[in-house]
């Protein structure tokens, strides 16, 4: 319940890759709602998120690729495969919780001997739930590698986008904005500014939106130096 955008760029002169991001502050539910969530987080010295969904579950996943993205160097060729990881131990996590819960054994436990302990056909269904099971939590990455501006979105798998992406439930109604700006990688960071903007607030015709903005650019290091600009 809420929009967050992420769209690649170009500062003009001297020609610099650049990433506009923007998010709104509101968390909601059918009884209530308030503009009161920072839905942004530093991850490492080259890449940051933006969360919609469950603000737990979220920070959750956050901390995870925080954690992850200290022990690795992003190559852009297997970036893809490097950012799984995360993702595939969230989801583990979630699995494991949700067997605990309900059989009070754990999930591999499922896996190897729920044919013998809860019969073949009750193991399909727990195993048909966790499947389908959303915990309602999306992620924009956004960085650089080397000097190469990345997004990436996250669930229900690693996604790149080479252009811009949108997450929330503002995300259908904002998207078709940058679609009629032609918002691309090469657009100018001042027109971009203004597109992302845009969508934003058309985006808040969904009522999940709020109408408060947080807008940032990223820019990669200066020389000499490792960690992106943010601004």
Request: proline content about 5%.
């Amino acid at each position: 319940m809420t929009l967050c955008i992420g769209a690649l760029a170009q500062v003009p002169s001297p020609l610099t890759p650049c990433i506009v991001l923007a998010f709104d502050y509101k968390v909601a539910n059918d009884a209530w709602g308030s503009e009161g969530e920072y839905k942004f987080r530093v991850l490492s010295d080259t890449m940051v998120a933006l969360f919609a969904g469950s603000p737990g579950q979220a920070k959750q996943l956050t901390m995870m690729y925080e954690a992850h993205l200290k022990t690795i160097t992003l190559s852009g060729v297997t970036a893809i495969q490097q950012l799984a990881k995360p993702l595939t131990d969230f989801k583990r996590l979630r699995a494991d919780a949700y067997v605990q819960r309900r059989l009070a054994f754990s999930y591999q436990e499922l896996l190897d001997r729920g044919d013998h302990w809860i019969g073949s056909a009750m193991k399909e269904r727990y195993l048909k739930a966790i499947e389908d099971h959303d915990p309602n939590v999306q992620l924009i990455l956004a960085g650089f590698i080397g000097q190469e501006a990345v997004l990436f979105q996250v669930w229900p798998d690693i996604e790149q986008f080479t252009n811009f992406t949108l997450i929330g439930t503002g995300a259908t109604t904002a998207e078709p904005a940058l679609h009629a700006r032609a918002q691309s990688f090469n657009t100018n960071l001042s027109t971009a500014l203004y597109s992302v903007y845009e969508a934003k607030k058309i985006g808040e015709s969904s009522p999940y939106v709020g109408q408060k903005t947080r807008m940032y650019v990223l820019k990669p290091p200066e020389m000499n130096a490792t960690r992106m600009r943010v601004e």
